[in-house]
């Protein structure tokens, strides 16, 4: 009986032991199975939310860009920052935080968790420009370091997105008050003079003073961006070309640029070199002076263009018509005066007559230097027939002014 009690006994337990096994074995994985499909469930709606469901392997050409940047970024400041990080930033990136559209995709205004304030440009997936641009910004950084220039934080790479991240500017770009009739009056002299100097510093340094001689290509008012105190930062720098310090220019069969500010040279032949951004600080100083936009198409007396109506005024001694109105009677003289003949100056048909950005900072700088007298500038020639003027009325009409041009092209 004992034996027969014990083989019972045996039994039993194995019975019960076989049996928790067995519950174990199936409750176990039905639960990770559970959370596994929670988890995903998760992902894809948060994912949805954010408008990239499938976050597909990073480029090999992605790939190549940061790692040269890890190799030339080693101990700067620049980050890299995840697709969630930013999308949190800009509330998934809603219309609130729009600051506006470019070439190359729009701009937001985020917010970092630790109260830092951040511009993002979200390069547009379908541009083909946009990776181009993406690469040359990320070379750039370490090499520019100067009080005039915006400085990039770093970027967000993720599947098609390419996102660069800057400093925010508080005051937005230059083109936002010169143009605007309300606005402009907030520019006295004195503010507009010291963002002249300030755009002129900026260029000096990326020409002469940075490792590397860097063409901005692209300077206009719009890339000018002005922070809390109305301080000048030239921005945008995907455009630009990088040169080494013993050569002066070079030949593209790629033209870029905005209508309006490019030098005629580089329009028709190809040709840029320092005095191309020159030319392009030319046309911005007269846009500061007068307020009014060079590029697109305005009827300006019997020009065109800007320049044209300028050298005209100046010609016939009547350069303070050119002066924004929104200044009113109060400005100095003899300083405006001398602004006028420098952009003049500036904007010469032959880039040899242009001065370089050393000789615009000392003309601006100084009170008894003599200046040469400026000659016929480039596109003086494109005037209004006076068909034209009598079948319409113009007026300022078809503005083109932020619209960046990519001419692919040999010229």
């Given at each position: ?69 890890r190799i030339e970024e080693s101990g700067s400041e620049f980050s890299l920052y995840d697709f969630d990080q930013i999308a949190d930033a800009t509330d998934n990136f809603s219309d609130a ?29 379908c541009s083909v420009q946009g990776l181009m641009e993406f690469k040359t910004e990320i070379q750039l950084i370490a090499k520019l370091q100067h009080t005039n220039l915006v400085r990039l ?259």
């Amino acid at each position: 009986q004992w034996q027969f009690l014990q083989r019972l006994h045996a039994g039993s337990s194995s019975s019960s032991s076989s049996g928790g096994l067995w519950i174990v074995a199936i409750v176990v994985p039905v639960a990770v199975l559970l959370l596994g499909f929670l988890g995903c469930f998760l992902w894809i709606r948060r994912r949805r939310r954010r408008g990239t469901v499938s976050v597909p392997t990073m480029s090999m050409e992605m790939e190549q860009v940061l790692k040269l940047w890890r190799i030339e970024e080693s101990g700067s400041e620049f980050s890299l920052y995840d697709f969630d990080q930013i999308a949190d930033a800009t509330d998934n990136f809603s219309d609130a935080c729009k600051l506006g559209q470019g070439g190359f995709g729009p701009v937001y205004k985020g917010q970092l968790p630790d109260g830092l304030e951040i511009a993002i440009k979200r390069l547009s997936s379908c541009s083909v420009q946009g990776l181009m641009e993406f690469k040359t910004e990320i070379q750039l950084i370490a090499k520019l370091q100067h009080t005039n220039l915006v400085r990039l934080l770093g970027c967000c790479v993720q599947a098609d997105e390419k996102m660069l991240i800057y400093e925010y500017m508080h005051n937005k770009s230059l083109d936002c008050f010169i143009f605007d009739t309300e606005k402009g009056a907030m520019l006295n002299w004195d503010k507009r003079f010291r963002i002249i100097d300030g755009i002129a510093q900026g260029l000096l340094y990326l020409h002469k003073h940075s490792r590397l001689r860097v063409i901005h290509r692209d300077l206009k008012a719009s890339n000018i961006l002005l922070d809390r105190e109305m301080n000048p930062k030239i921005s945008d720098f995907g455009m630009a070309r990088i040169f080494c310090s013993n050569v002066t220019e070079a030949n593209t069969t790629r033209v870029v640029g905005t209508h309006g500010y490019i030098a005629p040279e580089y329009a028709s032949e190809g040709l840029f070199s320092i005095k191309s951004d020159v030319f392009s600080f030319g046309v911005l100083l007269l846009e500061i002076i007068s307020g009014k936009r060079t590029a697109g198409f305005y009827q300006y007396g019997k020009f065109f263009n800007l320049t044209g109506y300028a050298y005209q005024l100046w010609q016939e001694g009547q350069w303070h018509e050119l002066v924004d109105q929104a200044l009113g009677e109060d400005f100095p003289a003899m300083e405006v005066m001398k602004c006028v003949q420098v952009a003049l100056l500036c904007v010469q048909d032959s880039a040899d007559d242009r001065p370089n950005m050393s000789d615009v900072i000392a003309m601006l700088g100084s009170e008894g230097l003599t200046m040469p007298e400026p000659r016929q500038p480039a596109y003086f020639n494109v005037r209004i027939s006076s068909l034209a003027v009598s079948s319409s009325s113009f007026g300022e009409s078809y503005c083109m002014s932020n619209v960046t041009l990519i001419e692919e092209e040999g010229r």
